[in-house]
């Protein structure tokens, strides 16, 4: 039977180099997914339980409670009274914050990058050669290098604990984002351009109005990458902010886990508040799972 | 003057341990991750183009650093982790992972290879991809073995892929802090003091701007000469199919 396939498919019968090859696919996926059920499972779990039952792979005294202090709905002065630890988390207020964080900055660099992009690909002005090597040159530079004189820039403006200080670095352009859309807008066919110019429109019009619109695919590329990075964004925030206002996910976290007093960590706790920040993740891969993981594998194609 | 900072540098045995906690980190994260990486592209090309079986190994990248150590912190628990309970089962005693000078390191890139893996397949997958598909039918009527094909083909016609993955997640992991923050503060003893956790220390910690800048200088001078050294080794420019 196989054999009518034809010699563009190989003839795939069993043998032990592929049974393994399987086995060990099938281990790695399982250790890619299992710590993340383990994180929903010892949130769903009774935190006077989990001591004596923390190998159990089932929620031990199965309970909605740290999720609901988590969200707010169980207040910090209650959870102290019920004895669940003295740190406070608001779920909601660090997730309306990364939020904002990412859409502010995704919308601020594909506008400004996207601009910078068509100018570089289509205007002719002295020093646009020379300071498009410049933009390239700065792909190079590692953030840590960036931080510290971002930081005392931030620090000298007085942006220290506010939402300005923390989108400052991100919201005007990256040069990635810049060379990506570049070379993009450069394979777009002049005629069209030159079309809409011989009818007297202007090239702010041409870009906004022929430009952008063809360019939706990549720009949501773009999009994806520039939200995922910002979504996991910890260290900036992290530097620049130390109002709980203020604190995007990560940091709420980190901070809610530091917070802990001697004695054993509020596991449970800690774990809602992890699962709760995986839930955006999910959804997003579950929606546009298809174009995450080609954004992905675009970024390393260059 | 400004070069009293990099005299300064170069007579601190703090510097020097931070600079050798970062290449041993990345010595234990570069080749696991990347082995694994291909093998899973591999895997993904060969055995199943499935988008779940992508979804899932991608997961752990898009949670963040904070999140991928918060969870393995736990995981990794001396007393009640999930890890600890399996090695039990084998008879294998408690281990504290993150508690001990000689564990800390290995198992903060654990927790990275763990995040890392999935992205580096993809971007493998993505070069895999690349390869022209006769080449490979060529190999099946000669009657070469998925082994010896994977020898002789799929790794020379990846080496432009295989130098831009390494590149990344070489300079990436020089400058790995986050998940050091969240899971051992640099700790037990300097044991995971790596060089950015050491550049923060001095820089927001200590307030010594100058000589966190100075730091900072010199791991970019690293990554530079890093990133240099390995697009010349590898001829990244040339693909063996031109």
């Not at chain 2, 799929?154 to 432009?160: A, D, G, I, N």
């Not at chain 2, 701007?209 to 050294?229: Q, R």
Request: hydrophobic share 55%; proline share 5%.
């Amino acid at each position: 039977m196989q054999k009518d396939i034809g010699y563009s498919r190989p003839v795939q019968r069993f043998n032990i180099g592929r049974a393994l090859a399987w086995g060990l696919l099938i281990v790695l996926i399982f250790i890619s997914v299992f710590p993340i059920y383990v994180a929903l499972k010892t949130a769903l779990s009774d935190r006077r339980e989990i001591f004596a039952h923390a190998a159990d792979l089932l929620p031990t005294g199965f309970t909605l409670y740290n999720f609901e202090r988590a969200l707010g709905i169980i207040s910090a002065d209650q959870a102290r009274a019920d004895g669940a630890g003295a740190a406070s988390i608001n779920m909601l207020l660090a997730l309306r914050n990364s939020a904002l964080f990412v859409a502010l900055c995704v919308f601020g660099q594909i506008l400004f990058s996207s601009m910078a992009a068509y100018a570089f690909a289509r205007l002719r002005f002295p020093g646009r050669n020379f300071l498009f090597i410049m933009i390239l040159s700065a792909m190079m530079i590692p953030g840590i290098v960036l931080f510290i004189p971002n930081f005392i820039l931030v620090k000298e403006l007085g942006w220290l604990n506010t939402f300005q200080g923390m989108v400052a670095p991100y919201i005007l352009m990256t040069p990635f984002a810049v060379f990506f859309l570049r070379q993009f807008f450069l394979s777009i066919p002049l005629e069209l351009e030159e079309a809409a110019r011989l009818d007297g429109a202007s090239p702010i019009l041409i870009f906004f109005k022929i430009v952008l619109p063809l360019s939706k695919g990549p720009i949501s590329t773009l999009g994806i990458l520039t939200s995922i990075n910002l979504w996991n964004e910890f260290f900036w925030p992290y530097l620049v902010n130390s109002d709980e206002n203020l604190r995007v996910l990560p940091v709420a976290l980190q901070v809610f886990r530091s917070q802990q007093p001697s004695g054993p960590p509020d596991w449970t706790g800690i774990m809602s508040g992890t699962f709760l920040s995986i839930v955006p993740v999910f959804l997003l891969l579950l929606f546009l799972g298809r174009q995450v993981v080609e954004s992905l594998q675009f970024s390393g194609s260059k | 003057m400004g070069l009293a900072n990099y005299q300064t540098m170069i007579n601190d045995p703090a510097f020097w341990n931070a600079l050798k906690t970062t290449v041993l980190y990345v010595l234990y994260n570069i080749p696991f991750q990347t082995v694994l990486g291909l093998f899973l592209a591999v895997a993904m090309d060969r055995l199943s183009k499935s988008m779940f079986v992508r979804g899932a190994l991608i997961l752990p990248y898009l949670l963040s650093n904070v999140i991928a150590a918060m969870i393995w912190v736990w995981m990794l628990d001396p007393l009640l982790g999930m890890v600890n309970a399996f090695l039990a089962i084998f008879g294998i005693p408690h281990i504290s992972f993150l508690g001990t000078t000689e564990n800390a390191l290995g198992s903060v890139a654990l927790i990275n290879i763990w995040r890392h893996m999935g992205l580096t397949a993809l971007l493998f997958y993505a070069g895999l991809q690349g390869i022209p598909k006769n080449v490979y039918e060529a190999a099946t009527i000669d009657g070469s073995s998925e082994w010896t094909t994977f020898w002789k083909i799929t790794l020379p016609l990846l080496r432009p892929v295989t130098v831009f993955v390494m590149v990344t997640s070489i300079v990436g992991s020089f400058q790995i802090f986050d998940t050091v923050a969240v899971a051992t503060q640099g700790g037990p003893v300097d044991a995971t003091r790596v060089l950015v956790f050491y550049i923060y220390d001095n820089a927001f910690r200590f307030f010594k701007m100058g000589y966190a800048t100075a730091l900072s200088m010199t791991l970019f001078a690293i990554l530079i000469f890093f990133s240099i050294v390995q697009l010349r080794l590898f001829r990244a420019d040339q693909s063996d199919l031109s």
